[in-house]
């Protein structure tokens, strides 16, 4: 179309009335801008705005946008124009925009505006960049490393590609990628002090000592006394952490001792402080060093009011170390409640550590229902370390044994020992099982058996995995009676052995049997019937004190026992002060006494005792007296002396049945020869947790010469009768009980020249075991017996205390 010269002219007026308009509105904001540059922003920002409220015009917006975010007021930024439409903005506003929204915590808005600007411009490499870290800001790691790998595609691998790796690696706990990034960054631009300190501290965190001591000892002037203690404080946990792992108690001690370091410092800080105790608390009950790691941790909760989960799992190990398995299983049963997967965890499962509670605890059956439940979620196999095998998982493993166990401490030891030969006929080099069978054999009482069978574990196992083997061994000895030479070898594991259960134990059981021990008894009978008694003892007390043993296992005791009776309105007292020895003659012991009678008993005592184990099962004793313990008080009222000799044989099957039988001649020096014999059996009829149903029967009799005595002397008689005991036991806390029993026992008895009678008792008991090493018990019984064809009915009070000294 051809113009004509009127719309020309027109055409040009226009355009220039046009350009005369803008022309000062692109002056005012290139001015305001350069007054920016000179230092006055809040100035040239109140510029913008009015001229942008005045004008609209795009390029003031943009510059008011980029001047705001200068001036660190994202939201300010975001409020320019929150109406305007996306494609309404420049690539310049749309990067600053983006920028302004992510430094204002709203990733969404950010994204999409780096997003309009990544479909308008793919080859904007910042688009991308913006977006990986959005997206690594909303935790979308897939998405951020493949925008993170398109921006590296477009710009290479600049610094911001690698502060962008770093914060990814960051986030995503990838600790060795964040190292790689940083040293990256450092090599790049060694003079980048905040990334220097940044790549040491992770280093520290990594266990990576060598290189964060580089650069300590590099650049000592980028870091203060402070920074060397977190290496210090890292450099003990690591040893910690591999000691643990290995079961290495050197590897922990030497960490130990770095925490120590770092807690003793003047430069600590309150936060590595802080860290310090926790781990020190870790480290002290992997050594066993409970009441420490208990004290810290009480501390430590009454300054900050809760302790992290790991403290807590080693806070919950030195209570059960210390005996109060009641305090440590709530603390178990609320970090499983936190974290249900550290149950069944292969390194250290939790269920192990709240198993061991429950038992020491003895709610045995709330570890039944745990082992229950454990084993029907352990599979059959698991994969080993590196993913790819599969292996018989060691944790079910871990369960069929304690069920075993929990078997045998539930009082059912012969199913327990059963079940370990069935494991072994499948798995015969398996040292764990042979173990446990030295354990229950052990248990049972099968001294000779059980180290038969904790030989053959240590021969299954290497030289540093032994220790547990060897303590039971150990253990089984000294309870045989087999210290000469025994006792050597103790001494030697407590000063080397790795701190363990088992040497706990056997430390325990060391000082228990070697231990001083008081023994006070006393028995009151009170008799009503028609006829004489048998014995005359009203009140008979025993006082025994034995010293420590020595190393042979041989020990010294003194003892006084009290004979107070009436006979015919006259008050008879006699007793013995005596001395002994126990000498320990492995598989013999020899006992030898020597002392003098008291007030109607005053002739000297001597005594011998000679007792030899052939077996764990079968024992004889031999024993002889002169002016013999056993005297009655009315025949030392007529100043009648006796000497006794007495051989003895017993069988102990098991812990449950026990035979044995007895011959004795009691020689009285007024002509009367008494010649005795029994026979018993014991046998525990029922023990399930803390019920006990055992009986015990009795066969006897004797035969006297026909000699006129005050004292108790039929003819020939003989006696036959049985006792049933209940008892239940109430746990006090670890190693303390109360139980409380009933007897109750039926017999016969008949004498020459009489008619047989039955008899009978009824009894009521209880005992309290306050600590391991006090035990009272005391107990009332009615008793009906007959002597010379009438009946006499007793009530018998009895009381006995133990008290040893380890």
């Known amino acids: 179309m051809k113009l004509?010269?009127?719309?020309?002219?027109?055409?040009?007026?226009?355009?220039?009335?046009?350009?005369?308009?803008?022309?000062?509105?692109?002056?005012?904001?290139?001015?305001?801008?350069?007054?920016?540059?000179?230092?006055?922003?809040?100035?040239?920002?109140?510029?913008?705005?009015?001229?942008?409220?005045?004008?609209?015009?795009?390029?003031?917006?943009?510059?008011?946008?980029?001047?705001?975010?200068?001036?660190?007021?994202p939201t300010a930024a975001l409020e320019v124009c929150p109406g305007c439409p996306i494609d309404s903005l420049s690539a310049g506003e749309l990067l600053d925009l983006a920028g302004a929204a992510r430094d204002a915590g709203e990733p969404r808005r950010a994204l999409d505006y780096f997003t309009a600007l990544g479909h308008r411009h793919p080859e904007h490499a910042e688009a991308w960049l913006g977006q990986a870290l959005v997206y690594v800001d909303q935790g979308r790691y897939v998405l951020a490393e493949s925008t993170l790998k398109r921006y590296e595609i477009l710009a290479g691998p600049t610094l911001e590609a690698m502060e962008a790796r770093g914060y990814l690696a960051a986030e995503t706990n990838n600790a060795l990628a964040e190292l790689q990034a940083r040293q990256a960054l450092v090599e790049r631009q060694p003079e980048r002090v905040n990334e220097i300190r940044a790549l040491y501290r992770l280093a520290v965190g990594l266990g990576a000592s060598e290189p964060a001591r580089e650069l300590l000892e590099r650049q000592p002037g980028l870091f203060n006394a402070s920074d060397a203690l977190w290496l210090h404080y890292y450099e003990g946990v690591n040893d910690i952490r591999l000691g643990i792992h290995v079961d290495d108690h050197r590897s922990i001690e030497r960490g130990l001792g770095r925490l120590d370091q770092v807690l003793e410092s003047e430069d600590?800080?309150?936060?590595?402080?802080?860290?310090?105790?926790?781990?020190?608390?870790?480290?002290?009950?992997?050594?066993?060093?409970?009441?420490?790691?208990?004290?810290?941790?009480?501390?430590?909760?009454?300054?900050?009011?809760?302790l992290p989960n790991y403290v807590l799992r080693a806070r919950a190990h030195a209570l059960s170390g210390l005996g109060r398995p009641e305090q440590a299983i709530p603390i178990y049963q609320a970090i499983l409640h936190d974290e249900p997967q550290r149950g069944d965890d292969l390194s250290d499962p939790l269920y192990e550590g709240l198993f061991f509670s429950y038992t020491d605890a003895r709610r045995h059956r709330e570890a039944q229902r745990l082992l229950e439940a454990w084993r029907h979620a352990e599979p059959l196999y698991r994969r080993d370390f590196t993913g790819t095998t599969q292996i018989e998982n060691p944790n079910l493993q871990k369960v069929l044994l304690l069920d075993t166990m929990l078997m045998a401490w539930r009082g059912n030891e012969r199913e327990a020992r059963a079940q370990v030969d069935a494991y072994l006929a499948e798995a015969p080099a398996n040292p764990y099982l042979w173990q446990l069978r030295g354990d229950i054999s052990r248990w049972r009482g099968w001294?000779?058996?059980?180290?038969?069978?904790?030989?053959?574990?240590?021969?299954?196992?290497?030289?540093?995995?032994?220790?547990?083997?060897?303590?039971?061994?150990?253990?089984?000895?000294?309870?045989?009676?087999?210290?000469?030479?025994?006792?050597?070898?103790?001494?030697?594991?407590?000063?080397?052995?790795?701190?363990?259960?088992?040497?706990d134990n056997l430390e325990r059981e060391w000082r228990e049997q070697r231990a001083a021990e008081l023994a006070l008894s006393v028995e009151r009978s009170d008799g009503q019937g028609g006829g004489s008694t048998q014995a005359s003892r009203e009140w008979l007390s025993d006082i025994v004190f034995r010293s420590p043993r020595d190393d042979n296992g041989s020990r010294y005791y003194v003892q006084h026992r009290h004979q107070y009776g009436t006979f015919e309105e006259e008050s008879l007292r006699a007793g013995y002060v005596i001395a002994g020895y126990e000498w320990n003659l492995f598989p013999s012991q020899l006992t030898l006494s020597a002392g003098h009678g008291m007030q109607r008993n005053d002739e000297p005592h001597f005594g011998a005792t000679l007792r030899h184990d052939f077996t764990d099962h079968l024992a004889v004793t031999l024993g002889a007296e002169y002016n013999s313990l056993t005297t009655p008080l009315r025949a030392l009222n007529d100043d009648v002396h006796a000497d006794r000799y007495r051989a003895a044989v017993s069988y102990r099957h098991d812990e449950r049945r026990t035979l044995g039988t007895e011959l004795s001649l009691t020689d009285f020096d007024d002509g009367n020869l008494r010649r005795s014999i029994l026979g018993y059996w014991q046998e525990r009829l029922y023990q399930r947790d803390r019920w006990l149903l055992a009986a015990t029967g009795w066969i006897g009799g004797t035969r006297n010469d026909d000699v006129q005595a005050s004292y108790y002397n039929p003819?020939?008689?003989?006696?036959?009768?049985?006792?049933?005991?209940?008892?239940?036991?109430?746990?006090?806390?670890?190693?303390?009980?109360?139980?409380?029993?009933?007897?109750?026992?039926?017999?016969?008895?008949?004498?020459?020249?009489?008619?047989?009678?039955?008899?009978?008792s009824l009894g009521y008991h209880q005992r309290w075991e306050f600590l391991p090493s006090v035990s009272l018990e005391y107990g009332i019984a009615r008793e009906r017996a007959v002597y010379d064809g009438q009946a006499e009915h007793d009530t018998v009070l009895t009381g006995a205390l133990v008290w040893r000294f380890p």
């Open 447 to 503: 001294l000779e058996q059980a180290q038969a069978d904790y030989q053959r574990a240590a021969s299954l196992l290497g030289p540093e995995q032994r220790d547990t083997a060897r303590h039971g061994e150990l253990i089984a000895r000294l309870q045989q009676g087999r210290w000469r030479g025994t006792v050597g070898q103790v001494r030697h594991e407590l000063d080397s052995a790795k701190p363990s259960v088992s040497r």
């Open 268 to 306: 600590v800080d309150h936060d590595l402080g802080l860290l310090a105790e926790r781990d020190k608390i870790v480290a002290l009950a992997q050594l066993r060093r409970f009441t420490e790691a208990e004290a810290m941790s009480q501390r430590l909760l009454l300054q900050y009011g809760s």
């Open 4 to 73: 004509t010269p009127a719309a020309v002219l027109l055409l040009s007026l226009a355009l220039s009335l046009a350009a005369h308009g803008q022309a000062p509105v692109e002056t005012r904001r290139e001015a305001l801008v350069g007054q920016a540059d000179a230092g006055e922003l809040s100035t040239a920002i109140d510029g913008l705005e009015a001229l942008y409220a005045e004008t609209g015009a795009a390029s003031v917006r943009a510059d008011l946008i980029a001047l705001l975010i200068r001036a660190r007021r």
């Open 715 to 760: 003819e020939r008689d003989t006696h036959l009768s049985g006792e049933l005991l209940l008892e239940y036991a109430h746990p006090l806390g670890y190693r303390q009980t109360f139980t409380q029993g009933v007897t109750l026992g039926a017999g016969r008895y008949w004498q020459r020249g009489e008619a047989s009678e039955e008899t009978w």
